[in-house]
């Protein structure tokens, strides 16, 4: 190992046992690499459970080729990994909620991550999705928290040392985790003269997670622990690691760059972060992005203070991986030592995003040794997502999902309707006069690549096609609504797309790419109709928005089928915090959607796919409207009765493989 582990106390577990440094002579200089994963998601194979075939463009197994050349290019390096690390993927499921591990068994992810000698780790907020017990037992934690027994014996979990600064036990007022540790890195230097030497290197990793998981895991954390802010826990503790001799601070930030006011609850709090003294370095996530990135046309990496080019947030160092594996994250560190501590010559570093897809568009092979690994985890995983469930006699995908195309979450909106009806007939006369309406959302967008899109074939229907339509283990939640909610509710998701102009006679983007396709929610309802215009601005679109043929008046009230997430204030949705659920199932969406098919046995076109509640308003434009989207789809998009798209180029010149597509909104 290269790094010590302490276990029983917090005190113990934050000064991690620490060594006598090494001494190092003023003049001597190092070349440290700090090394990042982030938003693995579970994906350790490039494997997509879903459609049943292995994938090149992701996995951790790829990843392992650019941590191993990044080893041979730098003497010297730290591999850290940011979170969301248990979750996303059939396999992560399975092992949580289907087959859940036995006290001593370790994930499928962390047994890979073991044998890629990781040094450490932060938690992000998909961590959390399981349930603190799971987080728990899988970590190798003893969370003294209600609903946890922390009697228990510690459970396995990875061979390295994870850290979470801002969320605490509701019941001790300790950190969930430990908030820091202090890793002794032996590390190659040269003394002033150029003679090689062996130094001890005390580099101090301190986690962060979004605060807002308070709302988006409500269900499992509300009463149970409480989250401070990004900053709060960097102002206590960095002093701390300091003190400790940390000759380096490097944030794990589960976060992204927001230049709004800071808010102790803000999700998105690293740009605020940066400006914390005494850190050196910040690892990046949850926002699936590259930095540095000079092309990036991100908003968050066109603030002021970030420069996207070299890598630096307020001049701090930072990188950000992607997601999935498909980026390895970089920070070539030159430490020099000045007689006193070890000093960043930034001037001197370099900061990159390394990619697993090479120029010629081929990939880095994997590394055989994960898939040995895992080799029975995934060979259950796969006997287990092909369990039959039904039938469809039409093609259900999200290629075209954000021009029309509703065949991927009409069923998706039908049962959790249905299952709501039905809630409310058993046992909540209260609401039965109330119309039930469902909200769903396209989570395969294309946001992490060409093949990122729901594409389930006619035919039968297994569980990995459930999985597939609907992606995320979230709990199925109701929302009573009025008529100006349910409006607002729709106004917040056409921000999925740009305002077009009409007179304006270049091409114009139709799709916003900071608003992802999971917070573009629909509604599928043959009794409802409404129009998104395009020429009004953000907040003042929804147009003629009516039920069973009357506008839906201001105080009109509905009851939503919706997800936990949403309910509780995931995306931001106006009046969405919580206060309006009026159902918060014990099932899930997905086994909802299981249940649901399985009891139709056949979907059809009819009843499934043609309940297209929206359309765009019919406007002349001067120039076309593009999106993109995989290439040679027309004939989907003309399926779902969308006749007035059209491809313009199989590649759209961005370099992803994606085609260009135009819009015509006059028909």
């Not at 290269?2 to 070349?31: D, E, K, M, V």
């Amino acid at each position: 190992m290269r790094y010590q582990i302490c276990i029983p106390l917090l005190p113990i577990l934050l000064s991690a046992c620490a060594t006598a440094p090494t001494s190092a002579p003023a003049g001597s200089r190092a070349t440290v690499a700090l090394l990042e994963t982030t938003d693995l998601h579970s994906n350790v194979a490039g494997y997509d459970y879903y459609k049943l075939a292995p994938d090149p463009s992701f996995g951790l197994d790829r990843t392992a080729a650019l941590i191993a050349q990044a080893r041979k290019d730098f003497a010297n390096t730290i591999l850290l990994d940011n979170g969301d690390t248990i979750q996303g993927t059939a396999l992560a499921d399975y092992q949580a909620l289907v087959k859940p591990l036995a006290c001593g068994e370790t994930l499928a992810v962390y047994k890979a991550m073991n044998h890629l000698d990781y040094d450490g780790g932060g938690i992000g907020n998909h961590e959390f999705n399981y349930g603190l017990g799971h987080l728990s037992q899988v970590t190798g934690s003893r969370f003294d928290v209600d609903g946890v027994d922390a009697g228990k014996p510690r459970c396995a979990g990875p061979a390295f040392p994870q850290v979470l600064s801002n969320v605490y036990s509701a019941k001790t007022r300790q950190p969930l985790f430990q908030p820091y540790y202090i890793i002794d890195k032996k590390v190659g230097a040269v003394d002033a003269s150029g003679k090689p030497f062996t130094a001890t290197l005390k580099v101090g990793i301190i986690g962060f997670a979004p605060p807002t998981i308070m709302t988006w895991d409500k269900r499992w954390l509300e009463g149970r622990v409480y989250t401070e802010g990004v900053r709060e826990s960097a102002d206590k503790y960095i002093p701390e690691m300091r003190a400790k001799g940390a000759d380096l601070v490097v944030a794990i930030s589960h976060g992204g760059l927001d230049n709004a006011p800071y808010s102790p609850a803000m999700e998105n709090a690293s740009y605020h972060l940066a400006q914390v003294p005494g850190v050196d370095a910040m690892l990046l996530g949850h926002s699936h992005q590259v930095f540095p990135n000079a092309d990036s046309t991100a908003a968050q990496f066109n603030l002021p203070g970030v420069d996207k080019a070299k890598g630096l947030v307020h001049g701090v160092l930072t990188v950000m991986a992607n997601l999935w594996g498909k980026h390895l994250g970089v920070i070539g560190l030159q430490l020099a030592h000045d007689g006193k501590r070890w000093v960043v010559e930034k001037d001197k570093t370099t900061v990159e995003a390394r990619g697993a897809q090479r120029t010629d568009k081929s990939f880095v092979a994997p590394d055989p040794a994960l898939a040995a690994l895992i080799a029975k985890e995934h060979d259950e995983t796969i006997r287990y997502v092909k369990t039959p469930v039904g039938a469809t006699e039409f093609r259900m995908s999200t290629y075209f999902a954000d021009v029309g195309d509703v065949s991927a979450i009409a069923v998706v909106n039908a049962a959790q309707a249905d299952y709501v009806a039905k809630y409310v007939k058993a046992g909540m006369p209260q609401y039965a006069n109330l119309p039930v309406l469902s909200m769903s959302a396209p989570f395969k967008g294309g946001s992490a690549g060409v093949t990122d899109f729901t594409d389930v074939a006619a035919g039968s229907l297994a569980l990995n096609n459930a999985a597939d339509l609907y992606l995320y283990p979230n709990s199925l939640y109701a929302v009573k609504v009025n008529g100006d909610g349910l409006k607002a509710w729709l106004e917040q998701a056409a921000g999925r797309f740009n305002t077009i102009d009409p007179a304006k006679a270049t091409p114009q983007e139709l799709v916003n790419p900071s608003i992802p396709s999971y917070n573009f929610d629909a509604l599928t309802s043959p009794d409802v109709r409404y129009e998104i215009d395009l020429t009004g601005a953000p907040g003042y679109r929804i147009r003629n928005l009516s039920y069973r043929g009357k506008p839906v008046d201001a105080a009109q009230e509905f009851l939503v089928a919706t997800n936990n997430y949403r309910a509780s204030g995931g995306g931001s949705f106006p009046g969405l915090d919580g206060s309006k659920t009026v159902i918060a199932s014990p099932d899930t969406n997905r086994d909802v959607l299981i249940g649901y098919i399985r009891e139709m046995k056949k979907l059809t076109r009819a009843a499934h796919s043609d309940t297209r509640s929206w359309s765009f308003s019919k406007v002349k434009t001067a120039g076309p409207v593009v999106f993109h989207t995989s290439p040679g789809m027309v004939a989907v998009a003309h399926q779902a009765g969308l006749h007035n798209v059209s491809q313009l180029r199989a590649d759209d010149g961005l370099g992803k493989g994606f085609a260009l597509y135009a819009l015509d909104l006059s028909k």
